[in-house]
């Protein structure tokens, strides 16, 4: 299992300290937020020789393939990314499926950028979200129904994002464990976690400091996925905070896989 550090194009203060992390094998990778406009800072994350998952702006940066109003300045967005993926060669590029609109829109936009970037295209996948958004937003892809004709209708593959589960299964009174195991049988290339509350809108909290299952999160995953650890960073001098999340998920891990190796010696 290979755990992501989640950082925007534009911290590149945490530079110095991300390749000492991963020269001590805190972190395998980064999956790096691109911020539109953020291109100069392209030298520097590349000759820091770390595989990277990539992450297209959402519609809170004005990306928002949902809005057909918006094909244009959507398009000007995805080559940014496209830019950035030519440079880091990123293992995905992750790409929300829109607010406040149509799935159809949606689809047919994907398909456009497909058209346009047909190299980035064949990594691209979908990350499903919560159905309501921070700023109170309506989000598509949020229920697995969703996800699942994205995938279908576009060929692209899929970002499944625990806690926005958790959040679109409140959204729907529904039993967050039976929306996940729904998400899963999607197949997905690469996970996010954190810890949260059993609430409409993603916290996005340190390990531990929600109130999520986070053990049973856990179990979910396989044992060669990719994870992004999505927690916040408290300081712009250090990343203590993130260091702690992954000894927090390796410990659990641990606790995980020791439980497995006492029920294998039971049967």
């Known amino acids: 299992m290979k755990i992501g550090l989640k950082l925007w194009s534009t911290n590149e203060h945490y530079i110095p300290v991300a390749r000492d992390l991963f020269t001590h094998k805190v972190f395998d990778y980064i999956e790096l937020f691109m911020v539109p406009g953020s291109m100069a800072t392209i030298p520097r994350w590349k000759e820091l020789g770390i595989s990277y998952v990539l992450h297209a702006p959402h519609s809170g940066m004005g990306l928002n393939p949902a809005n057909p109003g918006l094909r244009d300045t959507n398009i000007e967005m995805v080559s940014q990314v496209d830019t950035f993926f030519s440079a ?51 989000c598509l892809g949020a229920i697995p129904a969703e996800i699942r004709k994205l995938s279908q209708d576009t060929g692209l593959g899929f970002c499944f994002d625990f806690v926005h589960a958790i959040c679109s299964a409140q959204s729907n009174n529904l039993e967050w464990e039976a929306v996940a195991k729904d998400f899963l049988s999607l197949l997905p290339v690469i996970y996010h976690v954190s810890d949260s509350h059993y609430a409409e809108k993603d916290l996005h909290k340190h390990l531990g400091e929600g109130e999520l299952d986070l053990l049973k999160i856990f179990k979910m995953l396989p044992a060669d996925c990719l994870v992004t650890l999505e927690t916040p960073k408290n300081s712009q001098n250090d990343l203590d905070d993130f260091t702690k999340d992954a000894e927090f998920f390796r410990f659990s891990l641990n606790d995980k896989m020791r439980n497995l190796a006492v029920k294998k010696c039971l049967h």
């Open 88 to 138: 880091l060669s990123p293992d995905f590029v992750i790409f929300h499926p829109g607010v406040n609109g149509d799935l159809e829109e949606s689809i047919s936009q994907f398909h456009f950028f497909g058209e346009r970037f047909p190299r980035m295209h064949q990594k691209v996948v979908i990350e499903n979200n919560p159905q309501l958004g921070l700023n109170n937003e309506k």
